[in-house]
């Protein structure tokens, strides 16, 4: 079946790191991708998505390029900030054959902590 | 900001007995969606909705779990009999359209715990 993988955490890094969280996936057919963050005492909020191959979706300074050759969709930033400090979670969907449920299958999250 | 709703936010229950959930998804979404992840796991699928009947459910979803969208804007989940292992962080989710790009806008989550 599907399935993300995501790097372990927690990650701990000062402020102004550089920052990647890798994520690969294992789906049939060509799923969209997705990053979303979960800020302390918050719901899951889209990050960043992508929708096909050699996409890069951007927002607040993170990236992550869709690269189908190597099944991976992995999350950088070039600047960490404090305010960076949440958990991490890749996720994708795809179209099911007769619907448009699109459920979402997630990593295990990754947490991040960004040091002053 | 139109967003998801979930309460309560943390709920304690004693096994075998039964528990609701609730959301108020934003009002012009049609999808919904019920996720759960327990301490240390991934966020798992539980069911999605559309049209006042499940469109999907995972193998989790099994007949002590029922949803209800019993007025319109609320969607709920309901354990019949909670056990243990039901311990977990509930959300829900909406979704405007059936395209397969279309955010899905989460909950805060409510935390269930069984004693």
Redesign the interface.
Known sequence: GDS?TQMEGPVTLSEEAFLTINCTYTATGYP?LFW?VQYP??????LL?A?KADDKGSNKGFEATYRKETTSFHLEKGSVQVSDSAVY?C?L????SG???????????TLLTVNP | EP??T?TPSHQVTQMGQEVILRCVPISNHL?F?W?R?IL??????LV?F?NNEI??KSEIFDDQFSVERPDGSNFTLKIRSTKLEDSAMY?C?S?HT????????????TRLTVV
């Open positions: 993300v969209s979303y005492g918050e719901g899951l909020q889209l998505k929708t979670f996720a969907t795809f179209k099911n619907g448009s449920n699109y459920k979402l299958t997630f990593g295990k999250g | 967003e998801v979930q999808y969606y996720y992840q240390g796991q991934k966020v798992e699928f999605s559309y469109s999907e959300f989710a979704r059936g395209f397969m790009n279309t955010e899905a806008f989460f909950g805060q989550g």
